[in-house]
């Protein structure tokens, strides 16, 4: 069954360092999001992505998060200078439509020291 | 941002209870709705969409009433496993896109 697949699993990083994480999306989906869950709290939208441009982001997605699609198939959320508030878990999810189903990534927890 | 409102819970139930779970979302430009389930310090997975017509996966139903701007979620004879996290993800039109807003999740306890 096809998956999409998120790397590193665990990140740990140094206040003020930049962060890259990937994510392969499903080949056939036209929609990418990325969503952050810090410890406890609910799942938060950060940014869609379609058609090789941002469609849509949130009030966390500020100038410090940026992503692309470098090859057409990675699909990469690069955070420029963490701060400790951004240890959470972050998902990669994909779908085939724009209103259908979210398929997730494992995810990749970032710990900022 | 749009809000989608669920109960936390925790809601504790013992093996063979049902149990159901509400959620409430303000945009009514809503357009597809699920729900999710996501286990301890995993990612959410799809359990069913939710239809107007309601629909029904063994043991789970789950209803749309776009009225009233709510979806729920029954859960009949209760499992050990069943025991994890319930998302409501409701899909609304905001800026031009769809995006699929979570609620806080509602936990669910399953004891013997």
């Known amino acids: 069954e096809p998956e999409v697949t998120q790397t590193p699993s665990h990140q740990v990083t140094q206040m003020g360092q930049e962060v890259i994480l990937r994510c392969v999306p499903i080949?056939?989906?036209?929609?990418f999001y990325w969503y952050r869950q810090i410890l406890g709290q609910k799942v938060e939208f950060l940014v869609s992505?379609?058609?090789?441009?941002?469609?849509?982001k949130s009030e966390i997605f500020d100038d410090q998060f940026s992503v692309e699609r470098p090859d057409g198939s990675n699909f990469t959320l690069k955070i420029r200078s963490t701060k400790l508030e951004d240890s959470a878990m972050y998902f990669c999810?994909?779908?085939?439509?724009?209103?259908?189903?979210?398929?997730f990534g494992e995810g990749s927890r970032l710990t900022v020291l | 941002r749009k809000e989608v409102e669920q109960d936390p819970g925790p809601f504790n139930v013992p093996e063979g209870a049902t149990v159901a779970f509400n959620c409430t979302y303000s945009n009514s430009a809503s357009q597809s709705f699920f729900w999710y389930r996501q286990d301890c310090r995993k990612e959410p997975k799809l359990l069913m969409s939710?239809?107007?017509s309601g629909n029904e996966d063994g043991r789970f139903t789950a209803q749309l009433n776009r009225a009233s701007q709510y979806i729920s979620l029954l859960i009949r004879d209760s499992k050990l496993s069943d025991s994890a996290t319930y998302l409501c993800v409701v899909n609304a039109l905001e800026g031009g896109s769809y995006i699929p807003t979570f609620g806080r999740g509602t936990s669910l306890i399953v004891h013997p």
């Open positions: 080949s056939n989906h036209l929609y």
């Open positions: 999810a994909s779908s085939e439509t724009y209103t259908g189903e979210l398929f």
């Open positions: 939710v239809y107007s």
């Open positions: 992505f379609y058609n090789n441009e941002i469609s849509e």
